[in-house]
């Protein structure tokens, strides 16, 4: 596609409402477009994907992924967001930014390279619910991707390479006690059982230390004790909100923490990983050849469901998304497939 191309379908998708779980429309939209341009697409649930001829071939898979949900539209919009405006050189309207620009621009970038002589396979796909984390998105179609060597997510970064980012995992944690009057010396009492561990929350530090992430953060969030003021409570619930560095798994940080603490701990999900790539993987290196920027992501996408190594890249500016008048620039689209070309051709992974 040229970038008439590009922008007139950036410009179809925003008309289509996607919301997180109801993007079944524009998936339907973008399978008749990619069809009707003689491409061969995979579909489960509201999940598109495009493969690269010669599966089973031994090659390595790269995964391009970038993701069609977005949210609801922000109460300060001074345009309706689903009808795409161009002005100055940027197009606006919900979900230009995040993630529609990067959805195409990986898309042109797949359509570039399958030409080129490569020694990976590529898998280009465009999946839901990313802005939810649900189950029904990227997770519901890795199993139909086969083992993949790396993958390459779109966001907006600015063209920044996100090396690392940090991953999601929130704690209901529970200390018991045994209620009694409050004016005698009966009961025992919860919230005194839970000061320790709060404490605990509070000043630990993981021996890990990320470069890119720094420390592991914990932060005790909420807390919900006692029934009227002369009753010694006998259950005390706090969360913690905790966003692993990269350098340790949910998995291993839950057992760290139990071994630590007397409260009961039960986590609401394991799902949403940190990641962390290693300096010297060639993506990383290639990237330096280019003179991009590498830096650590606060902020979590559709990395936090991968196991392979991965990198966030991407056309737009994070602090754009989920805000009023949404825009992405359109030249910021170009450059994007340009870089994405030039960091992946002939990569060796």
Known sequence: MDISELVQLLKEMVTIPSVSREEQALADHLQARLEAAGLSVCRKGANLWIEEDGRGDGRPVLLLNGHIDTVRPAAGYSRDPYIPYEE????????????????????????????????????????????????????????????IALAVVGEPTGMRMAVAEKGLMVLDC?????????????????????????????????????????????????????????????????????????????????????????????????????????????????????????????????QTLLSCPSVKIGPGDSARSHCSDEYICIDEISQAVDIYVNLLDSLII
């Open 174 to 302: 529970t200390a018991y006690g045994r209620s009694g009057h409050a004016a005698r010396d009966e009961g025992e009492n919860a919230l005194y059982k839970a000061l320790p561990d709060i404490e605990w929350f509070r000043s630990h530090r993981f021996e890990r230390v990320s470069d890119y992430l720094g420390e592991v953060k914990m932060s005790v969030t909420m807390i919900s004790c006692g029934t009227q003021h002369n009753v010694v409570p006998d259950k005390c619930s706090f969360v913690v909100d905790l966003r692993p560095n990269g350098l340790y798994t949910n998995s291993e940080l839950l057992e760290l923490i139990r071994s630590e603490v007397s409260c009961e701990l039960k986590p609401r999900s394991l799902r949403h990983n940190s990641s962390h790539i290693s300096p010297d993987h060639p993506v990383v290196q290639r990237a330096r050849e280019l003179g991009l920027e590498l830096f650590g992501s606060p902020t979590t996408s559709n």
């Open 88 to 147: 100055n050189g940027r197009i606006y309207g919900l979900g230009t930014n995040d993630d529609a620009a990067s959805v195409l621009a990986l898309l042109e970038a797949y359509l570039r390279l399958l030409p080129k002589k490569r020694g990976y396979r590529m898998v280009w796909s465009a999946t839901a619910e990313e802005e939810v984390s649900g189950s029904g998105g990227l997770e519901l179609i890795l199993p139909e991707l086969g083992d």
